[in-house]
């Protein structure tokens, strides 16, 4: 092996060091509880707030407007309604997003993004918890990905993953854009343009669980 592979192998050591300390002050961070819920249920707070000035609620209402927490479209009166994960996945969606969601006569829900918040991206290491659960520690903190996202780009914990977070809110959650394979050095060519058909088996689980969600666009 000559000089320039030697460097460029101890420079990628180097890399996943510095990435590996990262991860364990965060973990140490969050096991000491130095990790405040303050900013969350500020951000909470004021999701409730900006859903409740939106329109639709009532009895009766075909068509609801309402935000988007991470998981869930939040209308009028804190009302939760459930948001496809393959959806939210494909459309990256982020806290604070505004949806409009048509309830059909089927009783299908079908949404549309009608209000994005400003976004930012930032770069961050995808890791597993002791409970199973993915997360990315990115700038620091450490945020909540949907499963389906993860599975679709095939991600594995210690993967490098650009995230999609709102600008301008302390969030919990973040969107998945891309994902760097572990030792590939390379961005994974599937940018997420088509989550749907090709998604995690769970995904399918979780439509089956609440057969009458649908989503437009797909």
Do not use: C
């Not at 405040?36 to 639709?56: D, P, W």
């Not at 961005?187 to 090709?198: H, N, W």
């Amino acid at each position: 092996m000559d000089k320039t592979a030697n460097l460029a192998l101890v420079m990628q050591m180097i890399d996943a060091a510095e990435k590996n300390i990262q991860s364990a002050k965060q973990l140490l961070r969050e096991a000491g509880g130095a990790s405040s819920s303050s900013s969350r249920h500020a951000t909470s707070a004021a999701i409730f707030e900006k859903a409740n000035g939106l329109a639709g609620g009532g009895e009766g209402d075909k068509v609801i407007e309402g935000v988007f927490d991470g998981q869930n479209m939040i209308g009028p009166e804190g009302k939760q309604y459930p948001v496809p994960a393959n959806y939210a996945s494909k459309s990256k969606l982020v806290e604070g997003d505004v949806l409009k969601l048509t309830i059909a006569e089927d009783g299908s829900f079908i949404y549309k993004q009608i209000g994005p918040v400003e976004r930012r991206k930032v770069m961050g290491l995808l890791m597993q918890d002791e409970k199973g659960d993915y997360k990315v520690i990115a700038d620091g903190k450490t945020y909540k990905v949907l499963l389906a996202s993860l599975t679709y780009f095939k991600a594995d914990a210690g993967d490098e993953v650009t995230i999609v977070l709102p600008q301008d809110i302390e969030s919990e959650w973040a969107a998945v854009e891309h994902v760097i394979k572990r030792g590939e050095g390379h961005m994974d060519a599937e940018a997420g343009d088509d989550l749907g058909s090709s998604a995690a088996p769970h995904m399918d689980q979780d439509m089956e669980a609440s057969p009458s969600v649908d989503s437009e666009e797909f």
